[in-house]
């Protein structure tokens, strides 16, 4: 789905470099022999060019003759299979994103919907663990974050993705090393990390839950709660026959996320007067922001919530009672504030080890889970809603549709160009058959 920005989000510049860069296909799909051979016939002194038929013949039987002694290898014995078109449908794309908490990795090929995931991976690495107290990555962190990226490039590898875009955000775009690790990640794995705008991560957000706003509501507050920050933006959706294309309003990221709540606070044990303190530190940075859409209508419609992060899929799993979590029946449900309100009191009266013993919290998220809750409460005050829709989707998914996009665009550009050049061709010869 299509995002129009009307304030606040400018277009991001689109992935170049390294990361984004098409990877070579390493069966080149070259003919057989070159234009213009001319192949010499001792019957004709060797001079002449021998008869296109017979030239084809010899070429066919030279190669079945190489091939008789050669395993089967289709995609080497018969490059010409590999044509442009079918190429660029079986096209693998991959977005990577490495944050303040989480490593993530999605693999898809274009399809009518969209894309169809083939591969994913995530793994918890702490990436900004200590970055408030210190400014700087630890060691600690950036090999736990390396040892991840390797599997990631792995994946890449073996599935033979074609075109990749690879971000990092909050954690390396305010620590003093983030150049140095930059440097020693394409050392060790081969990956180019490209660290995001905060304008960037917003869009691409928005870009990858869009499917799920509600096309009857006026308006959306979309919030994406990540370790290190939290990304808030206000839509609009149009009206008459374009009412699905969301508009950006207003945006703001607040410098404070799961991560860095938890550490300033503290997670493990967390009383409801330090919880308090959580929630009033976050809706004081919420305040200005506030004021500025509060003058936005949200119009007949209404509008709601749409939150995609750990801790709204956490909060959606536990309020489903799952045994072990299960993406398919999380993402895109309904949750109402009351829903809410039940489970972060329930997840208040757990003590640290009940909330790591919980199928849906898990020891890697134990101590950030009731930051991230304080996070959504201080929304959820300021923006009273009567329904959250819970994405387990969001950054991945907006690269993935903008690599996809970007090589759409691209297509049509080369069509319109042979047409062009076809229109063109067309003129100059009926002009030279009128001078004739």
């Given at each position: 789905?299509?995002?129009?920005?009307?304030?606040?989000?400018?277009?991001?510049?689109?992935?170049?470099?390294?990361?984004?860069?098409?990877?070579?296909?390493?069966?080149?799909?070259?003919?057989?022999?070159?234009?213009?051979?001319?192949?010499?016939?001792?019957?004709?002194?060797?001079?002449?060019?021998?008869?296109?038929?017979?030239?084809?013949?010899?070429?066919?039987?030279?190669?079945?003759?190489?091939?008789?002694?050669?395993?089967?290898?289709?995609?080497?014995?018969?490059?010409?299979?590999?044509?442009?078109?079918?190429?660029?449908?079986?096209?693998?794309?991959?977005?990577?994103?490495?944050?303040?908490?989480?490593?993530?990795?999605?693999?898809?090929?274009?399809?009518?919907?969209?894309?169809?995931?083939?591969?994913?991976?995530?793994?918890i690495v702490r990436l900004g663990e200590g970055l408030a107290r210190t400014g700087a990555l630890s060691d600690a962190a950036m090999t736990r974050a390396i040892e991840a990226l390797k599997i990631c490039a792995d994946k890449m590898a073996r599935r033979g993705v074609t075109r990749t875009w690879t971000i990092a955000t909050a954690a390396?775009?305010?620590?003093?090393?983030?150049?140095?690790?930059?440097?020693?990640?394409?050392?060790?794995?081969?990956?180019?990390?490209?660290?995001?705008?905060?304008?960037?991560?917003?869009?691409?957000?928005?870009?990858?839950?869009?499917?799920?706003?509600?096309?009857?509501?006026?308006?959306?507050?979309?919030?994406?709660?990540?370790?290190?920050?939290?990304?808030?933006?206000?839509?609009?959706?149009?009206?008459?026959?374009?009412?699905?294309?969301?508009?950006?309003?207003?945006?703001?990221?607040?410098?404070?996320?799961?991560?860095?709540?938890?550490?300033?606070?503290?997670?493990?044990?967390?009383?409801?007067?330090?919880?308090?303190?959580?929630?009033?530190?976050?809706?004081?940075?919420?305040?200005?922001?506030?004021?500025?859409?509060?003058?936005?209508?949200?119009?007949?419609?209404?509008?709601?919530?749409?939150?995609?992060?750990?801790?709204?899929?956490?909060?959606?799993?536990?309020?489903?009672?799952?045994?072990?979590?299960?993406?398919?029946?999380?993402?895109?449900?309904?949750?109402?504030?009351?829903?809410?309100?039940?489970?972060?009191?329930?997840?208040?009266?757990?003590?640290?080890?009940?909330?790591?013993?919980?199928?849906?919290?898990?020891?890697?998220?134990?101590?950030?889970?009731?930051?991230?809750?304080?996070?959504?409460?201080?929304?959820?005050?300021?923006?009273?809603?009567?329904?959250?829709?819970?994405?387990?989707?969001?950054?991945?998914?907006?690269?993935?549709?903008?690599?996809?996009?970007?090589?759409?665009?691209?297509?049509?550009?080369?069509?319109?160009?042979?047409?062009?050049?076809?229109?063109?061709?067309?003129?100059?010869?009926?002009?030279?058959?009128?001078?004739?």
């Amino acid at each position: 789905m299509a995002v129009a920005v009307e304030k606040g989000l400018s277009a991001p510049r689109q992935p170049s470099g390294e990361g984004a860069a098409e990877v070579a296909n390493p069966v080149t799909d070259a003919p057989e022999t070159k234009q213009g051979h001319v192949a010499s016939d001792p019957r004709h002194g060797g001079g002449e060019t021998v008869p296109k038929r017979r030239r084809r013949r010899g070429r066919r039987a030279r190669r079945q003759e190489e091939d008789a002694g050669q395993p089967k290898q289709s995609a080497i014995a018969h490059p010409r299979k590999s044509s442009a078109g079918r190429s660029a449908a079986d096209a693998l794309y991959a977005a990577l994103d490495l944050g303040t908490n989480n490593c993530r990795l999605l693999i898809a090929r274009r399809s009518a919907e969209g894309f169809k995931v083939v591969d994913a991976y995530s793994r918890i690495v702490r990436l900004g663990e200590g970055l408030a107290r210190t400014g700087a990555l630890s060691d600690a962190a950036m090999t736990r974050a390396i040892e991840a990226l390797k599997i990631c490039a792995d994946k890449m590898a073996r599935r033979g993705v074609t075109r990749t875009w690879t971000i990092a955000t909050a954690a390396c775009r305010t620590a003093s090393n983030s150049d140095a690790f930059i440097e020693r990640v394409k050392r060790e794995t081969g990956l180019s990390l490209e660290i995001v705008s905060t304008e960037d991560e917003a869009r691409l957000a928005v870009a990858g839950c869009a499917p799920l706003l509600d096309p009857r509501c006026s308006s959306a507050l979309v919030f994406d709660i990540g370790g290190g920050s939290t990304e808030l933006i206000w839509l609009r959706m149009q009206d008459g026959e374009t009412r699905s294309r969301p508009v950006i309003g207003d945006w703001i990221s607040l410098p404070c996320g799961v991560v860095t709540l938890a550490e300033h606070h503290g997670g493990v044990d967390v009383p409801v007067d330090l919880y308090e303190r959580m929630v009033a530190e976050v809706g004081e940075r919420l305040a200005p922001f506030l004021m500025r859409v509060r003058g936005m209508d949200a119009g007949q419609g209404g509008f709601h919530l749409l939150g995609t992060s750990g801790t709204v899929t956490t909060i959606a799993g536990v309020h489903l009672g799952l045994e072990r979590y299960d993406r398919t029946r999380v993402d895109g449900i309904w949750i109402s504030p009351a829903d809410v309100h039940r489970v972060t009191q329930s997840l208040l009266g757990m003590s640290y080890g009940e909330r790591a013993a919980h199928p849906c919290v898990g020891g890697e998220r134990a101590d950030l889970v009731l930051a991230g809750c304080a996070i959504f409460e201080a929304i959820a005050r300021a923006w009273p809603a009567e329904r959250l829709r819970v994405a387990d989707r969001g950054l991945r998914e907006g690269i993935l549709m903008s690599l996809i996009e970007s090589d759409a665009r691209r297509g049509r550009r080369r069509r319109r160009r042979r047409r062009r050049n076809a229109k063109r061709a067309n003129d100059m010869a009926a002009q030279s058959a009128e001078v004739e």
